[in-house]
């Protein structure tokens, strides 16, 4: 079973910075490809940044890039999510989610994504 477990999110102020860990546990080969995603009240969730198994990163949403860094530290089974230069518009509930990798490539999809975590709350105010 996998299970996922995000922590870090808090209230920040405008320019700060946050870093947001998401332990996972589980088979390595289900979670191959790791994202996180945010989610504003009312709307769907969107995708934020992902990462192979491997490190290498696969994408960054333009809004975040330049500002947020995605890394995963497979000895200790966790995923992180660095947030600099935080903004108002920042502000949503941030999720890890795990899948596999398919066709030689991790999706951005959020139906791709079979495991999620439970969320963490950002706030930049």
């Known amino acids: 079973d996998v299970q996922l477990v995000e922590s870090g999110g808090d209230l920040v102020q405008p320019g700060g910075s946050l870093r947001l860990s998401c332990a996972a546990s589980?088979?390595?080969?289900?979670?191959?490809?790791m994202n996180w995603f945010r989610q504003y009240p009312g709307k769907e969730r969107e995708g934020v940044a992902g990462?192979?198994?491997?490190?290498?990163?696969?994408y960054y949403d333009d809004s975040v890039k330049g500002r947020f860094t995605i890394s995963r530290d497979n000895t200790k089974n966790t995923l992180y999510l660095q947030l600099d230069s935080l903004r108002a518009e920042d502000t949503a509930m941030y999720y890890c989610a795990a899948g596999r990798i398919s066709g030689g490539a991790c999706a951005t999809s959020v139906g791709w994504y079979a495991y999620w975590g439970q969320g963490t709350q950002v706030t930049v105010s």
């Open positions: 589980g088979p390595p080969y289900v979670r191959a490809c």
């Open positions: 990462i192979y198994a491997d490190g290498s990163v696969t």
